[in-house]
């Protein structure tokens, strides 16, 4: 099994709002995935930071993931916000 927990860190409230008007499909679609066994990007009181926690069951839906989010409306929107992630099982 593949984990990745982090923070996604947003630098000013328009930052944060763009994550928030895009998380719900990126989480969808992240969820439909061969393999994916828990996606969870989540608010935290401050507005500015939410916690990310995913599962996948191996590297192979890991990497398929990562290929798919880099692909996709979510990471061309949000690829310059800070991540603040660990990934176990590689």
């Known amino acids: 099994m593949i984990t990745l927990?982090?923070?996604l860190i947003c630098g000013n409230m328009?930052?944060?709002?763009?994550v928030s008007s895009l998380v719900a499909e990126h989480?969808?679609?992240s969820r439909a995935e061969p393999g994916c066994l828990s996606f969870n990007v989540s608010p935290t009181a401050d507005p500015l930071i939410w916690l990310v926690d995913e599962a996948f069951a191996d590297r192979a839906?890991?990497?398929?993931?990562?290929?798919?989010?880099?692909a996709g409306a979510?990471?061309?929107a949000?690829?310059?916000?800070?991540?603040?992630?660990?990934t176990t099982g590689l």
């Open 14 to 18: 328009v930052e944060a709002e763009l």
């Open 27 to 29: 989480v969808r679609l």
């Open 74 to 76: 979510w990471h061309k």
């Open 5 to 7: 927990t982090g923070r």
């Open 78 to 86: 949000t690829a310059h916000l800070r991540r603040d992630y660990r």
């Open 61 to 70: 839906a890991f990497e398929a993931h990562q290929a798919r989010a880099r």
